[in-house]
């Protein structure tokens, strides 16, 4: 049996006022962030190379931070033949050859074992969110963004101290002190990061640990920032909410499909976007009106979310489309999503 596909796209959580105006309106639009390398196209063919070595590539060509949980093993050797997808459609496939999942960050995007991947996406809300209490005086040195490059064998807790102390020792309090309490003794392989904010530098590493970091504004300094290391989040499901109740026709352009091929999916992104991603997992070539379908209220980027397990591609793809009343068939291909009542 083929391993499922598995992929996080970052969950976009939504207030009780804005879920009503999703439901009373097929119009309103959102806007879904992702790191802008995700949409760089790959052509390049990888044979029997290490998983790690392939990551290390595919930062190469395409000028991103895809980060390899330590709980997954960098040695396993991958195959893998790109002719020019989007990078997220590649991660996919990375991610169904290896039985992991995808977890979109702000700027980076993690490759960690199935169940994981919600609880990086919750930490990294948090974070921002966390950042934005804080006074402007204070956010505006911590977003300032530097390189980071380290050599075999470094400790995390001493790269850790190291970041720390680009801040002024006066401001800062740590909890808790002993940073070995939380972070075990290990030797990190050699390692670069582009320019990131030194809140997200601090969590690239000590993530791989299951922690990250709050930052709080200290009461008894008004000056000063707490940085408390904190376990990560618990994984949460993706709320889910139907924004049109049309159920879909029956397809009859639908050619028998293999009764071995199942999919798992947990996602919530534009229906545009994600049409083109499983698409092209699939093999298949997307063909959506999307003039007509706007003409009929229904906004191509509204916001599918979605979870499902050990699926037929008939029953991913009937998912995907429910959610807005669409139906699709498959012609020789090519994926149609028809417009018409």
């Known amino acids: ?25 097929d119009t309103h639009s959102l806007a879904w962030s992702r790191p802008a390398f995700l949409s760089r196209t790959i052509d390049a063919t990888f044979q029997q190379i290490p998983l790690a070595r392939l990551i290390s590539q595919l930062n190469t060509i395409s000028d991103g931070v895809i980060v390899l949980d330590r709980q997954i093993d960098p040695t396993q050797y991958v195959t893998l033949a790109c002719q020019g997808e989007d990078l997220m459609a590649v991660l996919f496939t990375l991610a169904d050859e290896t039985g992991t999942e995808l977890a979109i960050l702000e700027s980076s995007v993690w490759i960690v074992p199935i169940g994981k991947a919600g609880s990086l996406e919750t930490a990294d809300d948090e974070r921002k969110a966390a950042l934005q209490k804080l006074p402007a005086h204070t956010r505006q040195p911590l977003s300032a963004k530097q390189a980071l490059q380290w050599q075999a064998g470094q400790n995390p807790t001493v790269l850790i ?21 939380v972070i075990p003794h290990d030797h990190l392989p050699a390692g670069s990061i582009p320019p990131l904010s030194l809140p997200e530098q601090l969590d690239l590493v000590v993530m791989q640990y299951n922690h990250h970091l709050l930052w709080k504004q200290n009461h008894q300094e008004s000056s000063a920032v707490l940085v408390q290391f904190v376990p990560l989040p618990s994984p949460t499901e993706p709320k889910k909410h139907t924004t049109r109740q049309k159920q879909p026709r029956a397809n009859s352009s639908r050619p028998a499909e293999s009764d071995r091929d199942r999919y798992t999916l947990r996602v919530a992104a534009p229906f545009d976007e994600l049409l083109r991603a499983v698409s092209q997992r699939l093999k298949l070539e997307p063909s959506i009106d999307i003039q007509s379908l706007k003409a009929r209220g229904i906004n191509p980027q509204e916001i599918i979310r979605l979870e499902i397990k050990d699926a037929s591609r008939d029953e991913l793809l009937d998912a995907i489309v429910k959610p807005l009343g669409l139906t699709w068939s498959n012609e020789k291909g090519r994926l149609f999503i028809p417009a018409s009542d």
């Open 1 to 25: 049996m083929a391993q499922p596909v598995t992929g996080t796209i970052r969950s976009i959580r939504l207030g009780f006022v804005l879920v009503m105006s999703l439901i009373v309106s």
């Open 161 to 181: 101290e190291k970041l720390l102390a680009r801040i002024k020792a006066d401001s800062l309090a740590i909890t808790p002190d002993d940073l070995s309490t």
